[in-house]
């Protein structure tokens, strides 16, 4: 019994110093992985609803409205639970966030294009597919330009 336990905590701590090893990481992913989730059902709400994907216009709103809410969620969340920022611009801070999500979303757009309106692929599936290259363009946006770390620390001195 006191054998396991030792096993047990053994684990534990392991599975710690992995979690705060990779914090930002795991992190990112978790709220990634919701704000798609979030993208995802605004999305698929409008195009089983009130929008269809079949006309180009109404595929590409159902798109915009599921990126405005991503973006919402996203911006919260990666500032202070991913890259815990601490820049009191938070107004420019939102204006990098959004323009670097504008430029991933023009590339979901172009795939959803390309492959849905063009090739006549299924919707569902490329969004899908569309959205795991946004997550890691997002990722990459928001850590080497707008939560930059140095950016805020030089310009709260």
Do not use: C, H
């Not at 990634?32 to 109404?58: A, F, K």
């Not at 979303?105 to 299924?122: A, E, H, P, Q, S």
């Amino acid at each position: 019994m006191i054998k396991y336990y030792y096993a047990d905590l053994l684990v534990v701590m392991y599975v710690k110093e992995l979690y705060q090893k990779y914090k930002e990481i795991i992190n990112y992913l978790i709220f990634g992985g919701l704000t798609t989730l979030i993208s995802l059902i605004v999305y698929y709400m409008l195009s089983l609803t009130i929008l269809n994907p079949n006309v180009s216009v109404e595929l590409q709103i159902a798109n915009l409205f599921s990126w405005i809410a991503g973006v919402l969620f996203a911006y919260f969340t990666n500032r202070e639970f991913v890259f815990n920022s601490k820049n009191e611009n938070k107004f420019k801070e939102f204006i990098t966030f959004t323009g670097a999500r504008v430029s991933t979303l023009l590339l979901d757009m172009v795939i959803m294009f390309l492959f849905v309106t063009i090739l006549k692929g299924n919707d569902k599936i490329f969004k899908l597919v569309s959205q795991i290259l946004v997550i890691v363009g997002n990722y990459l946006l928001s850590k080497l330009i707008v939560f930059k770390k140095d950016s805020y620390e030089k310009s709260s001195k």
